[in-house]
């Protein structure tokens, strides 16, 4: 089924947001979360492999978000914290083929994303 990605919104520099992609099958797949920022490709933020604790970051974000599964595996969540405006984007999840080293290739189709703005 299609991951559907929510939580984004408008919050100032310092602030914290939790994304979340959910999908009825998302626990048998490896989930990467991209963002695109206006004017710029889109990039691989972060990942976490299916039915392992393998996670990867992107240097730009690491040590400031997290990425975690609920119990089920179906929710996958972005802990995004000291967000800057260099965050601002309108970010995805998709499944891709392994994370490792970082986002691998994606094999379904992109939804719609959710808007994130960092700004005062």
């Known amino acids: 089924s299609q991951l559907v990605e929510s939580g984004g919104g408008l919050v100032q520099p310092g602030g914290s947001l939790t994304l979340s992609c959910a999908a009825d099958d998302a626990h048998d797949y490896t989930i990467g979360w991209f963002r695109q920022a206006p004017g710029k490709e889109r990039e691989g933020v972060s990942c976490?492999?299916?039915?392992?604790?393998?996670?990867w970051f992107a240097d730009s974000v690491k040590g400031r978000f997290t990425i975690s599964r609920d119990n089920s595996g179906n929710t996958v969540f972005l802990q995004m914290s000291r967000l800057n405006p260099e965050d601002t984007g309108v970010y995805y999840c998709?499944?891709?083929?392994?994370?490792?080293?970082?986002?691998?290739?994606?094999?379904?189709?992109w939804g719609q994303g959710t808007r994130v703005t960092v700004s005062s």
């Open positions: 998709v499944r891709v083929k392994e994370c490792y080293r970082g986002v691998g290739a994606t094999f379904a189709a």
């Open positions: 976490i492999q299916t039915y392992s604790d393998r996670k």
